[in-house]
């Protein structure tokens, strides 16, 4: 990650304190966290981490935009856009020592509060009580990644389901007339998702002219279309 060094100033600190987990903790739990913070300003297009990686800084967004891809089965490289001031990451990975589950590309010039591993232990071991605020932490991402799940899922499922659609011809399941002999409930079970969030996916697909469901089987109109549909980004509204 190449970036450029500051230390964290005022308009920094206002920042990180304006909304989020952090704003919510003692004030003298604020100023010793913060204290261990510096400032990266981070290029467009530029990764803080990517899934596998191992943890060893957190990370809070001060300005600018981060995207944070979370690759499960259903929402192949689904992006969540983080644009609002106040976003920690990595916290509870410096903490266990676990890798990236996630990558986190920014997608505009950014300004972020970088804090290292060995400062952060000592930070929590200097007074145990504080490990109480990680778990508010933990909390919070919890409810952010199941917010996350659950907007992809209604805002990106056409796309979703078009990549699926493709998968399935592209293996040779198509019968003699080019049509998918497939159940929606069997199709929504491959796909992880529910029987009413494909239905509506489907129901999107089908008032495009892309396809057509029929019993038991999906009939195809528009395989251009598909494919275009199917390569474009699921993304949700990110936290401003």
Same mark, same amino acid.
């Given at each position: ?9 005022? +308009?920094? !600190? #206002?920042? =990180?304190?304006?909304?989020?987990? /952090?704003? %919510?903790?003692?004030? &003298? $739990?604020?100023?010793?966290? *913060? ?94 009580? +504080?490990? !109480? #605020?990680? =778990?508010?932490?933990?909390?919070? /991402?919890? %409810?952010?990644?199941? &917010? $996350?799940?659950?907007?992809? *899922? ?87």
């Amino acid at each position: 990650m190449r970036s450029c060094f500051a230390q964290l100033d005022d +308009r920094g !600190r #206002d920042a =990180l304190l304006s909304r989020g987990w /952090l704003a %919510a903790r003692t004030s &003298e $739990f604020q100023e010793a966290f *913060l204290a261990l913070g510096s400032l990266r300003t981070v290029h467009e297009g530029r990764y803080l981490y990517r899934v596998g990686d191992p943890m060893e800084r957190a990370f809070g967004l001060v300005d600018g935009r981060i995207d944070i891809l979370l690759p499960v089965d259903s929402l192949p490289d689904a992006a969540f856009p983080v644009c609002g001031p106040g976003h920690w990451h990595g916290l509870s990975s410096l903490v266990d020592r676990t890798r990236a589950i996630s990558s986190a590309r920014v997608l505009r010039t950014s300004t972020i509060c970088c804090i290292s591993r060995r400062d952060f232990i000592a930070f929590l071991e200097a007074n145990p009580r +504080r490990y !109480r #605020d990680i =778990l508010a932490y933990e909390h919070e /991402l919890r %409810a952010f990644l199941q &917010e $996350f799940l659950a907007e992809a *899922l209604s805002c990106g499922g056409p796309i979703l389901v078009a990549r699926q659609i493709l998968r399935m011809m592209d293996a040779g399941r198509t019968d003699a007339l080019g049509q998918l002999p497939v159940s929606q409930a069997l199709l929504a079970r491959l796909m992880g998702v529910s029987d009413a969030t494909l239905q509506r996916a489907l129901k999107d697909l089908r008032a495009d002219g892309i396809v057509d469901t029929l019993y038991g089987k999906i009939r195809i109109i528009d395989r251009d279309a598909l494919l275009a549909r199917a390569s474009e980004e699921p993304r949700v509204v990110g936290h401003s």
